[in-house]
């Protein structure tokens, strides 16, 4: 077998800027609430200890709303992974789970 073996850790590449307005604006589209969440060491697995920065609001009507606090957590929060979170209010589950990791040399969101 070649190649690398398989790590029981693997950092995701930074999300892109645009990648992340569209999935802020699709949970917009379906009246999907989202919150942001940071974490300091994401290297931990299963063991990281997220913290809630904001619940955006229930059912969301602008995206740049999202876009706006997604930036707010990363100027007070320089370094950290980030994560947006959407759910669904009426079923009470997460529609998406998005990592943003550590997008500080990311121009443009």
Same mark, same amino acid.
């Given at each position: 077998? &070649?190649? =690398?073996?398989? &790590?029981?850790?693997?950092?995701? !590449?930074?999300?892109? !800027?645009?990648?992340?307005?569209?999935? /802020? +604006?699709?949970? $917009? %589209?379906? #009246?999907?609430?989202? *919150?942001? %969440?940071?974490?300091?060491? *994401? =290297?931990?697995?299963?063991?990281?200890?997220?913290?809630?920065?904001?619940?955006?609001?229930?059912? *969301?009507?602008?995206? %740049?709303?999202?876009?706006? %606090?997604?930036?707010? +957590?990363? @100027?007070?929060? !320089? #370094?950290? $992974?980030?994560?947006?979170? #959407?759910?669904?209010? /009426? @079923?009470?589950?997460?529609?998406?789970?998005?990592?943003?990791?550590?997008? /500080?040399?990311? *121009?443009?969101?």
């Amino acid at each position: 077998m &070649t190649g =690398t073996a398989p &790590t029981a850790y693997s950092e995701p !590449p930074a999300t892109h !800027p645009d990648r992340i307005r569209q999935q /802020a +604006c699709y949970a $917009v %589209e379906q #009246g999907w609430s989202c *919150a942001i %969440e940071h974490a300091a060491d *994401a =290297t931990d697995g299963d063991g990281i200890d997220w913290r809630r920065w904001q619940h955006v609001q229930s059912g *969301a009507q602008d995206a %740049e709303a999202i876009l706006r %606090e997604l930036e707010s +957590c990363r @100027r007070r929060h !320089p #370094g950290h $992974v980030l994560r947006l979170i #959407g759910y669904e209010d /009426a @079923r009470q589950t997460i529609t998406f789970s998005m990592v943003i990791n550590r997008l /500080a040399a990311a *121009a443009g969101l």
